[in-house]
């Protein structure tokens, strides 16, 4: 499993740890990754994600998963998230809304 989200495309970071005596050695910063299960209203299931927080933030300050999707731009998104807003869209279209 990548350490990856599916919403930011945040992934691990390299750097180094500074020692008090000037050392350095490579480590690796990892992002906050959060399996959660969100519910789509549109198709009426919940989605499990591996987000991280901050995409989390994202997706509730955009009022949900399904406007989340639908409101961005499809440059912005994810592999994964372009798959999730093509299934939103063409419930939608089923739906009629």
Do not use: W
């Not at 300050?61 to 409101?71: A, H, M, R, T, V």
Request: hydrophobic share 30%; glycine share 10%; aromatic share 4%.
């Amino acid at each position: 499993m990548t350490k990856k989200c599916v919403v930011t495309g945040k992934g691990v970071q390299t750097g180094n740890n500074v020692s008090k005596s000037n050392r350095k050695t490579r480590r690796r910063f990892m992002p906050n990754l959060q399996n959660v299960a969100i519910y789509s209203e549109i198709l009426g299931q919940q989605i499990n994600l591996r987000i991280s927080s901050h995409g989390l933030r994202t997706i509730e300050k955009n009022g949900g998963l399904d406007l989340y999707l639908l409101n961005t731009p499809v440059s912005k998104l994810t592999a994964e998230c372009k798959e999730l807003r093509d299934r939103v869209s063409g419930a939608k279209a089923k739906k009629g809304l």
